[in-house]
């Protein structure tokens, strides 16, 4: 089986993470590193034992990469991806899709048009908790996620709403199956020029509601989402990967006794599970879990919610973001 060559674009913290687990997948080939800094490119690729360039022309010339990461900052996804797209390169982008909607638009196209695989690297779509809950979870009343901790500078160029909550939309809008009726929502920033904390209440046209609150200057780290069903009360904690159950059952000596059931399940490393998909839809020319149009949509949602931090106002009607 030939291996599938791929490049990744813009190797900082997250970019790095890419570019070594390429490196422990099978029958895949890291034929190059791209970074605008050269001493970070040459840094890394020494690290890992890969080439390296900080020229992309000549990373495409040289390298003939059959898909690549984009992992640079986000005003430069756009630009990046179409580059790659154009070059007839399978893509897997990483959140938030892109700055705009119509780019993302236009994103769809080009790959539609080339045949080629664009996926949105939706990470916590492929934590292992996240996958054992999207197959019990039928009937969802409400869900709550919180993901808050300490300040970093490492993240400089969007709001919280992009860099942390999108992952929450993403994940709610993959567990209710319904359009969106309303939203409203809060922030503030604090220690940046963007919100570095935010609030938002979704609600559904099949009567679910949600609510999401992150924040990144947090003295205490939580990711973790819980969902209510007429039945039971399940709560996901992101980081640890465990899943837990609770249920009422009536006793006739002692009334309603709570039962609380954990799961078990392998766990496994979200970003390598996620990489080996997007290489195996590569391979296989199959779609991907979390594709352009997943990452279309939580980018709507993400924007109309920084629209109602910037202008507060009452819950209003926004069916067309479904």
């Known amino acids: 089986m030939d291996s599938i060559r791929v490049g990744v674009m813009g190797v900082g913290h997250l970019g790095y993470h890419h570019a070594r687990v390429y490196t422990?997948?099978?029958?895949?080939?890291?034929?190059?590193?791209?970074?605008?800094?050269p001493d970070r490119a040459a840094?890394?690729?020494e690290l890992l034992g890969v080439p390296?360039?900080?020229?992309?022309?000549?990373?495409?010339?040289?390298?003939?990469?059959?898909?690549?990461?984009?992992?640079?900052p986000t005003v430069s996804h756009y630009e990046?991806?179409?580059r790659a797209l154009s070059s007839g390169v399978h893509v897997l982008i990483e959140k938030p899709v892109t700055s705009t909607v119509e780019e993302a638009e236009e994103l769809l196209e080009l790959a539609a048009t080339r045949n080629l695989v664009l996926q949105v690297g939706h990470i916590e779509r492929f934590n292992s908790a996240v996958q054992?809950?999207?197959?019990?979870?039928?009937?969802?009343?409400?869900?709550?996620?919180?993901?808050?901790?300490?300040?970093?500078?490492?993240?400089?160029?969007?709001?919280?709403?992009?860099?942390?909550m999108i992952h929450d939309i993403d994940i709610i809008l993959s567990l209710v199956h319904s359009e969106i009726n309303g939203l409203s929502a809060i922030g503030r920033s604090i220690r940046s020029p963007y919100e570095d904390i935010a609030s938002a209440q979704i609600s559904f046209k099949n009567g679910t509601l949600a609510q999401?609150?992150?924040?990144?200057?947090?003295?205490?780290?939580?990711?973790?989402?819980?969902?209510?069903?007429?039945?039971r009360f399940v709560t996901i904690n992101y980081e640890t990967q465990d899943v837990s159950i609770h249920r009422c059952v009536q006793e006739k000596e002692c009334g309603l006794v709570e039962v609380i059931e954990h799961p078990v399940f392998p766990k496994k490393e979200p970003l390598k599970l996620e990489l080996q998909h997007f290489v195996m839809c590569v391979r296989e020319g199959k779609q991907p879990l979390v594709g352009i149009m997943d990452g279309k949509r939580a980018l709507e949602v993400a924007i109309a919610i920084l629209k109602q931090i910037k202008t507060p106002q009452k819950l209003h009607e926004t069916a067309n973001l479904a």
């Open 24 to 37: 422990e997948l099978l029958n895949t080939e890291v034929v190059g590193i791209v970074d605008v800094n």
């Open 43 to 45: 840094a890394v690729g």
């Open 52 to 72: 390296y360039y900080s020229d992309i022309d000549k990373f495409y010339k040289h390298a003939r990469p059959d898909a690549v990461s984009v992992v640079v």
């Open 80 to 82: 990046t991806a179409k």
């Open 132 to 164: 054992h809950v999207r197959n019990i979870i039928k009937e969802p009343l409400f869900l709550q996620s919180r993901r808050i901790g300490p300040f970093s500078s490492r993240i400089s160029d969007v709001g919280v709403v992009l860099d942390l």
């Open 212 to 231: 999401i609150l992150v924040s990144r200057v947090s003295e205490r780290r939580l990711r973790q989402l819980e969902i209510m069903e007429p039945e």
